[in-house]
């Protein structure tokens, strides 16, 4: 356990610990953003292809190339794509929690107290 005063030595490592912590909760939350993100836009572009019929002509990008294909041969594309999209998001959610309770169990192990200015 550390002392009560840690030394200065000590406080860095205890620092440099801490905001490693924080910088890694910051990139999964930004990853969980963008991967929500990414299935707000598959859902709406499944709920506006929903209505029509499956013969219709649309275009979908793939890897940067805009291809043309109906909308019955787009739709199960999407829906794979939607469920890979939650999969991964809960994925994310669930590192991003464990990592939090991590750095809880570090702060009690360490007797470190987050002072803001």
């Not at 990139?27 to 506006?48: S, Y």
Request: aromatic share 4%; glycine share 4%.
């Amino acid at each position: 356990m550390a002392s009560k005063n840690p030394s200065p030595k000590q406080q860095q490592q205890l620092q440099t610990q801490y905001g490693n912590y924080k910088n890694t909760l910051q990139q999964l939350a930004q990853k969980i953003g963008d991967v929500e993100q990414e299935a707000e836009e598959h859902k709406l572009v499944l709920e506006t292809l929903s209505p029509l019929p499956g013969d219709r002509k649309c275009f979908r990008m793939i890897n940067g190339v805009l291809v043309e294909r109906t909308v019955e041969d787009v739709v199960p594309a999407l829906k794979t794509n939607a469920e890979g999209l939650k999969q991964v998001l809960d994925e994310l959610v669930k590192q991003y929690k464990t990592k939090q309770d991590d750095l809880e169990k570090w702060k009690k192990k360490n007797n470190v107290q987050i002072v803001q200015s």
